[in-house]
T-cell receptor, first 112, second 111 residues
Framework: NAGVTQTPKFQVLKTGQSMTLQCAQDMNHEYMSWYRQDPGMGLRLIHY???????DQGEVPNGYNVSRSTTEDFPLRLLSAAPSQTSVYFC???????????FGEGSWLTVV | KQEVTQIPAALSVPEGENLVLNCSFT??????LQWFRQDPGKGLTSLLLIQSSQREQTSGRLNASLDKSSGRSTLYIAASQPGDSATYLCAPGGSARQLTFGSGTQLTVLP
C-alpha cells in the first residue's frame, strides 16, 4: 500500500515553462486536494476534487489547472510558470467515510 | 472565508513540561478539525482528528479539544520530549474535506 505518491520531488523550471505535478493514491479515496506551502503563510488550498470528473477551486487557483479522470490520479498543471509559484506542493487524499487524511511527501518547485 | 490563527507562533520549553497550543477559526460550520505535525523538510502527519460533533480526542500524550461554537481548539501535550520538536498545524475541514491551515506553532523541546 503506497498511500499518496507525488512526483517529481524536486523540479527547477524556467519562467514561462509548463509542467505537471503528478499525484496518485491507491486507497480508492474520493477526496483529493492540492496545497502549496510558503514560508510564513501556512498551507493554502489550490484545487480539490470530491470524485472522478469533479473538481473545484480553492483559495489560490490562478495559474494552475487540474483534472480528475480517474479516482486514483489528480495531476496539477502549471500552465506558464512564474517565480511566484516557487513553493512546496502537497497532495492529499481522504476517503468518504474515513477519518484519516493522507498527505504525499511534497514536491519542491523552483521557478527561475 | 475561513481564517485560522495559531498562538503562539513559536514556543520553547524544557523537557518534561506540559504545554498547550491554541487554534482559533472564524467559521464554525466545519466538518471536523485536525491537528498535524510537520518536521523540517517533510510532509504532514495527522495527529488527531475531532469530528464536529465531538469535544475532544486523545492519543497517547496528546489531547485535542474542540469548541466549535466559539471557534477554538487546543492541543495539549503532556510530559514533552525533545522528539516532540516540530511545527504543529491546526486545520478545520469543510464538507468536501478541504482544509484551511493555520500558520503553525513551531515547538522546540530542550533536553
Amino acid at each position: 500500500n503506497a498511500g499518496v505518491t507525488q512526483t517529481p520531488k524536486f523540479q527547477v523550471l524556467k519562467t514561462g515553462q509548463s509542467m505537471t505535478l503528478q499525484c496518485a493514491q491507491d486507497m480508492n479515496h474520493e477526496y483529493m486536494s492540492w496545497y502549496r506551502q510558503d514560508p510564513g503563510m501556512g498551507l493554502r488550498l489550490i484545487h480539490y476534487s470530491v470524485g472522478a470528473g469533479i473538481t473545484d477551486q480553492g483559495e489560490v487557483p490562478n495559474g494552475y489547472n487540474v483534472s480528475r479522470s480517474t479516482t486514483e490520479d489528480f495531476p496539477l498543471r502549471l500552465l506558464s510558470a512564474a517565480p511566484s509559484q516557487t513553493s512546496v506542493y502537497f497532495c492529499a487524499s481522504q476517503g468518504f467515510s474515513g477519518n484519516t487524511i493522507y498527505f504525499g511527501e511534497g514536491s519542491w518547485l523552483t521557478v527561475v | 472565508k475561513q481564517e485560522v490563527t495559531q498562538i503562539p507562533a513559536a514556543l520553547s520549553v524544557p523537557e518534561g513540561e506540559n504545554l498547550v497550543l491554541n487554534c482559533s477559526f472564524t467559521d464554525s460550520a466545519i466538518y471536523n478539525l485536525q491537528w498535524f505535525r510537520q518536521d523540517p523538510g517533510k510532509g504532514l502527519t495527522s495527529l488527531l482528528l475531532i469530528q464536529s460533533s465531538q469535544r475532544e480526542q486523545t492519543s497517547g500524550r496528546l489531547n485535542a479539544s474542540l469548541d466549535k461554537s466559539s471557534g477554538r481548539s487546543t492541543l495539549y501535550i503532556a510530559a514533552s520530549q525533545p522528539g516532540d520538536s516540530a511545527t504543529y498545524l491546526c486545520a478545520p475541514g469543510g464538507s468536501a474535506r478541504q482544509l484551511t491551515f493555520g500558520s503553525g506553532t513551531q515547538l522546540t523541546v530542550l533536553p
